[in-house]
């Protein structure tokens, strides 16, 4: 019974993980927030969503864009990044990935 229950687990964990891969959506270009600066001191941005660290806009060009805003807490060191011509960006989160997320979900079944 325990072999046939982690062997449809694993079969479980394989088709969510190649569901998971066709399943990819094409989503806005990601670009790096040194440029996203770029495009709205050059009044190229026509909209902005910002979602916690995530900014999604478009530009003057229907061009749909996404960036990460970094966690840089002192204004004048991105200020010295631009001044210079320094390319920066901010890193996502880190997400839990499915096989975490199936471990912790099958755990009180395996216990």
């Known amino acids: 019974m325990g072999k046939n229950l982690?062997?449809?687990?694993?079969?479980?964990?394989v088709l969510l993980t190649v569901f998971q891969n066709f399943n990819v959506q094409r989503?806005?270009?990601?670009?790096?927030?040194?440029?996203?600066l770029?495009?709205?001191n050059r009044n190229q941005v026509t909209t902005v969503e910002v979602d916690g660290l995530t900014i999604r806009g478009e530009?003057?060009?229907?061009?749909?864009?996404?960036?990460?805003?970094?966690?840089?807490?002192?204004?004048?060191?991105?200020?010295?990044?631009?001044?210079?011509?320094?390319t920066f960006k901010g890193e996502r989160p880190e997400?839990?990935?499915?096989?975490?997320?199936?471990?912790?979900?099958?755990f009180p079944i395996l216990v």
């Open 6 to 13: 982690l062997l449809w687990l694993v079969i479980a964990a």
């Open 27 to 36: 989503g806005p270009e990601e670009i790096e927030y040194s440029s996203f």
């Open 38 to 40: 770029d495009l709205v």
């Open 59 to 86: 530009g003057i060009d229907g061009r749909q864009f996404e960036t990460i805003q970094p966690q840089i807490v002192d204004k004048a060191l991105i200020d010295d990044f631009l001044d210079h011509n320094v």
């Open 95 to 106: 997400q839990q990935s499915i096989w975490t997320q199936l471990l912790v979900a099958s």
